[in-house]
């Protein structure tokens, strides 16, 4: 079990370069990783049940402590990367399934693998946990109507079949992982420490299914896609940091809200891209998965190293 939990750490640390690695193997033998395809759905419920295993009370203390900035960061998360989305689809005139599948990604909550960035960042780690834990809650509601209010634009978009969709692969495993994590009790630690493993390689999965599906796709428009993500999380990260500046925060909770506005749960989007739209719509996502993870840690590095009086800019 050592054993297991030490490579599970291993694997959770370099998780970039896995995701990496294999979107390329995908993207180069995809025969080979197209039957992974009917395992999306079933996978994002299994990282979302892990999710469910590890939140506690004590996640949500920071929603009454601090309600105001949970609240801020909820906020600058459900506006700025669909509003970012949908201004830089209008802008660059993308195609109607590579546009809706920038705004799904958009509409998603915050990713998990936010919270590991703000805890190399040396950011406030109670704040990012909260956020996420309250981003992927109110998702079954939130994100099903933002992608119909900014994306039906391009193609049509049901809120019932999405807000269902979320219901079952975000909701329901949560709940599932809670009730798991009272009937173990102390137990679950030893469940805690391999959950790094199960989450990397369920969207290492999710991400090389993705890019196979959509091989032929992505020779054609991948620069393109590669390009907006860039844009998207870039921008996502600049201005969930001047938000948490304008509001007054502490240097700790502004690296907290650039990490958590501008990493998304494209785990999701890709599985609901493919779910409900097309192999194209989920290469966004499937990107994003990849270029996040290497932004998220590179940012992460950067703040860091900042020096003490970066406080007082």
Request: one cysteine or more; hydrophobic letters at 60%.
């Amino acid at each position: 079990m050592r054993a297991l939990a030490a490579l599970s750490r291993f694997v959770g640390n370099s998780f970039a370069l896995w995701v990496l690695a294999f979107a390329l193997l995908a993207f180069f033998f995809p025969d080979a990783f197209k039957p992974l395809a009917v395992a999306i759905v079933p996978l994002l419920g299994l990282v979302m049940f892990g999710m469910g295993l590890t939140l506690k009370a004590a996640d949500f203390a920071e929603v009454a402590r601090h309600p105001w900035r949970v609240l801020l960061g909820v906020v600058a998360h459900f506006v700025i990367m669909p509003g970012m989305a949908w201004l830089l689809c209008a802008l660059l005139r993308l195609p109607a399934e590579i546009a809706v599948g920038v705004i799904l990604v958009g509409c998603c909550p915050s990713g998990t693998a936010s919270n590991v960035m703000t805890w190399l960042s040396r950011g406030d780690l109670a704040l990012s946990v909260a956020i996420a834990a309250v981003t992927t809650l109110l998702a079954p509601l939130l994100t099903p109507a933002l992608i119909w209010l900014l994306a039906s634009a391009w193609l049509p978009v049901s809120f019932a079949a999405l807000f269902w969709s979320i219901l079952q692969v975000v909701l329901l495993p949560i709940a599932l992982g809670v009730i798991a994590q009272r009937l173990l009790g102390p137990r679950v630690r030893h469940v805690e420490e391999v959950l790094p493993l199960v989450s990397v390689v369920s969207i290492v999965i999710i991400v090389a299914a993705v890019v196979a599906a959509s091989q032929a796709k992505i020779a054609e428009s991948g620069l393109l896609i590669m390009a907006v993500v860039i844009l998207h999380n870039g921008f996502g990260f600049l201005l969930g940091y001047f938000t948490a500046r304008l509001f007054g925060l502490p240097l700790a909770q502004r690296k907290s809200l650039a990490l958590e506005v501008g990493m998304q749960n494209s785990g999701l989007g890709a599985a609901l891209a493919s779910a409900h739209f097309s192999p194209l719509a989920a290469v966004p996502s499937a990107l994003f998965s990849v270029w996040h993870n290497i932004s998220g840690a590179l940012l992460s590095t950067w703040f860091r190293r900042m020096p003490e009086d970066a406080e007082k800019r």
